[in-house]
């Protein structure tokens, strides 16, 4: 009973480094996305994918690549960490897009020097 | 495109008082509207969601929201305040040709013995 499983749950990057955000999810959801929680902003939309094969820009998508290969996967590469960048990442899924309850994963917290 | 927006950053109330979170929201298509709580350190948890059926919606722990088109509105409400409710709030769109999942900024909610 899985669910939205995160890793890592903490990371420290240096500037200029890149990293990848794993997010796997075991419910067979379609619906599949990242937001970033930051101090007073709430959680903005990063990237989102209505299936395999199809991914779409969200609210803040600069400085972010993700892909979806198969239904389970949607990693959130980071190809070059700015201090900007420094944020607690959440991974979401849903049964009905976006009509249905989002799933969390747990959270990975990032720092970037 | 959608938007959401939640009009106090922090509420405070004495515990065993109403609480009334509000959330306006913006969209030219039929909107999903929903709550979502993050207790300190954890993760999201729906407390409710409208889809459409009827306007006013029951969620957990007691809590409930009625949507009102004609205001654009979606406020979050419960009849008496338990010191477990203390957490952040967030209110939820998702409406248009787009699957966004759109985020407020959040409402603090801060419970008074």
């Known amino acids: 009973n899985a669910g939205v499983t995160q890793t890592p749950k903490f990371q420290v990057l240096k500037t200029g480094q890149s990293m990848t955000l794993q997010c796997a999810q075991d419910?067979?959801?379609?619906?599949m996305s990242w937001y970033r929680q930051d101090p007073g902003m709430g959680l903005r939309l990063i990237h989102y994918?209505?299936?395999?094969?199809?991914?779409d820009q969200g609210e803040v998508p600069n400085g972010y690549n993700v892909s979806r290969s198969t239904t389970e996967d949607f990693p959130l590469r980071l190809l070059s960490a700015a201090p900007s960048q420094t944020s607690v990442y959440f991974c979401?899924?849903?049964?009905?897009?976006?009509?249905?309850?989002?799933?969390f994963g747990e959270g990975s917290r990032l720092t970037v020097l | 495109a959608q938007s959401v927006t939640q009009l106090d950053s922090h509420v405070s109330v004495s515990e065993g008082t109403p609480v009334l979170l509000r959330c306006n929201y913006s969209s030219s298509y039929s909107p999903s509207l929903f709550w979502y709580v993050q207790h300190p350190n954890k993760g999201l948890q729906l407390l409710l969601k409208?889809?459409?059926?009827?306007?006013l919606v029951k969620g957990i722990n007691g809590f409930e929201a009625e949507f009102k088109k004609s205001e654009t509105s979606f406020h979050l409400t419960k009849p008496s305040a338990h010191m477990s409710d203390a957490a952040e709030y967030f209110c939820?769109?998702?409406?248009?040709?787009?699957?966004?999942?759109?985020f407020g900024k959040g409402t603090r909610l801060h419970i008074l013995p």
């Open positions: 979401a899924s849903s049964y009905s897009g976006r009509r249905g309850e989002l799933f």
């Open positions: 939820v769109v998702s409406a248009g040709r787009d699957d966004k999942i759109i």
């Open positions: 994918s209505v299936g395999a094969g199809i991914t």
């Open positions: 409208y889809t459409s059926a009827a306007t």
């Open positions: 419910m067979n959801h379609e619906y």
